[in-house]
Nanobody, 118 residues
Framework: VQLQASGGGLVQAGGSLRLSCVAS????????MSWYRQTPGNQREEVAF???????TYADSVKGRFTISRDDAENTGYLRMNSLKPEDSGVYFC?????????????WGQGTQVTVSS
């Protein structure tokens, strides 16, 4: 399994970006992707994921501004980020947990840099 994230970049405060993460390999043995971000000196923070009942769930810091979605046919997850703030800057990672024969494994994308200027 491999995850390939893309879509980061430099944007002004108030702008938008859409991150993508394409999974390849044994994608039918993966749970839906979640999104994390990491800023210098801080732990990786989960910002968007699907709950156990499939409900999109967000960190309080991004609620109302970020939207997680996916295209299962394309094995792709998305994170739409609107009304970006400088504090949203960081490296964003997608992650997928394994299920069935891959249960217990975690797969991470390589990260994509998001920089929001004030």
């Amino acid at each position: 399994v491999q995850l390939q994230a893309s879509g980061g970049g430099l944007v002004q405060a108030g702008g938008s970006l859409r991150l993508s993460c394409v999974a390849s390999g044994r994608t039918n043995s993966l749970w839906p992707m979640s999104w994390y971000r990491q800023t210098p000196g801080n732990q990786r923070e989960e910002v968007a994921f699907y709950s156990s009942i499939g409900r999109p769930t967000y960190a309080d810091s991004v609620k109302g501004r970020f939207t997680i979605s996916r295209d299962d046919a394309e094995n792709t997850g998305y994170l739409r980020m609107n009304s970006l703030k400088p504090e949203d800057s960081g490296v964003y990672f997608c992650k997928a947990d394994g299920r069935y024969s891959l249960r217990g494994r975690e797969y991470w994308g390589q990260g994509t840099q998001v920089t929001v200027s004030s």
